[in-house]
Nanobody
Framework: QVQLVESGGGLVQAGGSLRLSCAAS????????MGWFRQAPGKEREFVAA????????VYADSVKGRFTISRDNAKNTLYLQMNSLKPEDTAVYYC??????????????WGQGTQVTVSS
């Protein structure tokens, strides 16, 4: 089992930045691919970014490419999402997930509880 706890969400103005963190505990964090997803009210959960266990590869949704950066620190068992140039359409609950390097929800085995990000215009 892997337990995931997100933090760092909040309210920010358009154009601002936030850094999300996801603290992992349980089984070996460093062996898992990890990802970030988000879900806006009334919408399906959607892929944001993913990173391999070795950090050698990352992949992003087109909507966040060039603005968001996913990274991880395996020594600290922590996953990050640096979000810059935020837009109102980035408003959502953000979830971290473990167990895959992919863009489909069903590929991941473990999920955090989510952290709210609200971007005001």
């Amino acid at each position: 089992q892997v337990q995931l706890v997100e933090s760092g969400g909040g309210l920010v103005q358009a154009g601002g930045s936030l850094r999300l963190s996801c603290a992992a505990s349980g089984r070996t964090f460093s062996s898992y691919g990890m990802g970030w997803f988000r879900q806006a009210p009334g919408k399906e959960r959607e892929f944001v970014a993913a990173i391999r266990w070795s950090s050698i590869s990352t992949v992003y949704a087109d909507s966040v490419k060039g603005r968001f950066t996913i990274s991880r620190d395996n020594a600290k068992n922590t996953l990050y999402l640096q979000m810059n140039s935020l837009k109102p359409e980035d408003t959502a609950v953000y979830y971290c997930a473990a167990g895959a390097y992919g863009w489909k929800v069903y590929e991941y085995d473990y999920w955090g509880q989510g952290t709210q990000v609200t971007v005001s215009s």
